[in-house]
């Protein structure tokens, strides 16, 4: 399952590529605004720091606008992956882009006959909302089960981003679902590589290293 980092923040992306276990960026014009960036500058630097895609959203909601501002993102790197929303005009924006062969993330999926209208329109990626869907009373990996389930009944190419994830456990159902990238805040990401017995077992290994009196 390849990791993409949810964010806007370029140290923390920086730190996280650093690990060379960073496939991918998200950003959302929420994380944009919490960046305090210029919206060009700070995709151009993630763009820099990934090879990967790194996506960044539209945010008109008529066709035509949307794709001239899939215009200007797409100028900003050749790994810019233009995210359009699960709409009707979000959908058509998405068939002629990829159709000229720019990768595309529709966003804010939650149900699978969105997902499967995405496919259909020929999506890179597919992001379902599973923290969001959880929040309303929803079962947020349910519908990634569903999604996999149809994607695979008619060999759909169109990866299953999972989005708006909160917590490691989230990672985990996705990776036994075998969702193919899950995107998260850079918090969830470094808390994957902690475990208190880990912790604990470094700290008695060193303990014991030391009364030996060695050096590597
Ligand atoms: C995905 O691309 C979105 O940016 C993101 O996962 C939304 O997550 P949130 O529900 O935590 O805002």
């Given at each position: 399952?390849?990791?993409f ?17 960073l ?16 919206f060009?500058?700070?995709?151009k630097e ?5 090879d ?5 959203e ?5 066709h ?20 359009v929303p699960l ?31 995405a496919?259909?329109a ?5 992001s ?5 869907h ?7 990996m ?10 695979e ?8 981003l999972v ?7 989230h ?10 990238v ?10 994957l ?6 912790e ?11 009364k ?5």
């Amino acid at each position: 399952m390849k990791f993409f980092a949810d964010t806007a923040e370029i140290a923390a992306i920086q730190e996280l590529a650093a690990t060379g276990l960073l496939d991918g960026v998200t950003t959302n014009p929420s994380l944009i605004a919490k960046s305090g960036r210029d919206f060009k500058e700070v995709t151009k630097e993630i763009c820099a720091i990934v090879d990967g895609p790194v996506s960044a959203e539209v945010v008109a909601l008529d066709h035509e606008t949307m794709m001239k501002e899939a215009e200007v993102l797409r100028k900003i790197a050749d790994n810019v992956c233009i995210k359009v929303p699960l709409t009707i005009d979000g959908l058509k924006t998405c068939k002629k882009l990829t159709g000229d062969g720019t990768m595309v993330n529709v966003t804010l999926c939650f149900s699978a006959t969105q997902a499967l209208l995405a496919a259909k329109a020929g999506a890179t990626f597919v992001s379902p909302f599973v923290g969001r869907h959880d929040d309303n009373g929803f079962d947020g990996m349910q519908l990634i089960g569903d999604i996999k389930l149809i994607y695979e009944n008619y060999g759909f190419k169109t990866e299953i981003l999972v989005a708006s994830v909160r917590h490691g456990i989230h990672v985990l159902q996705a990776a036994q679902i075998g969702a193919d990238v899950m995107t998260a805040p850079p918090s969830v990401i470094k808390g994957l590589f902690k475990h208190v017995l880990t912790e604990k077992g470094i700290e008695g290994f060193l303990a014991d290293w030391a009364k030996t009196g060695q050096s590597i």
